[in-house]
């Protein structure tokens, strides 16, 4: 199946590793070019290198103001074009709500929360008909985690946000979707595993709640969200996608 990813260009963030490095892969696996971004300068060139010649790196923190206009002009002065923009970001702290400080909650606020919404309005404004805004939220939309109240009292509200911004947007063409990863194989997993005091016991009685017995690896996360950003999925919009082997039980 042709996705009609070539040659399209997309801002993925937090792309040096786990979900959003899958989902570039993916992308310029297909023919996309893509700007991919990190904190770590050395990181994100050594990211951006490893795909090769259709991706570019840009250090930038997602809480930093000016990072929305700065990756959008990079895109264009790299390859001419922008088509749409991922939004991904590490998880905020784990913790109960009795652990989480004042300074956690306002630094994962600014990073998960605000800057989602600062990347997404400057794309909104820069985007013609055809283009795309993804979330990369978390399964604790529907329901919260235990240990991971910060991303419980975020999350959802990103989705509302991102559910309000496909009705408005949707007359111009351009399509909003989110992604809901449950438990992906990645580094931030397997250190939430870590946490427990045995984590192989806590990976098996994870994997005994998910209808498909195990973890679901980056990759089929990355080409669940490729598909998502491409012109393949045309009639998509304002959806919220569980990536989870089953894991949520409601329709």
Known sequence: MDLGLKDRVYVVTGATRGLGNA?????????AKVVLTGRDEQR?????????????????????????ERLIAAAREAFGGF??????????????????????????????????????????AEL??????????????????????ISNGLRPGLAGFAKSLSDELGPRGI???????????T??????DGLSADPEATRAANESRIPLRRYGTPAEFGRTAAFLLSPAASYLTGLMVPVDGGMRHGF
């Not at 060139?45 to 930093?64: H, K, M, R, S, T």
């Not at 008909?129 to 399964?139: C, D, E, Q």
Request: glycine share 14%; aromatic share 4%.
């Open 23 to 31: 989902t570039a892969r993916e992308l310029v696996a297909d023919g």
């Open 44 to 68: 994100v060139a050594a990211a951006a290198a490893e795909l090769g010649p259709a991706a570019i790196g840009v250090a930038v923190d997602n809480a930093d103001p000016g990072a929305a």
């Open 83 to 124: 088509d749409g923009v991922l939004v991904s970001v590490g998880g905020p702290p784990p913790g109960f709500v009795a652990d989480n400080t004042d300074e956690q909650w306002q630094a994962a606020f600014e990073s998960v929360f605000l800057g989602a919404v600062r990347l997404a309005r400057a794309a909104a």
């Open 128 to 149: 013609e008909a055809g283009g795309v805004i993804g979330f990369v939220l978390s399964g604790s939309v529907h329901e919260p985690i235990p240990g991971l109240t």
């Open 175 to 185: 399509r909003v979707v989110g992604l809901l990863p449950a438990r992906i194989d």
């Open 187 to 192: 580094d931030r997993v397997r250190e939430l």
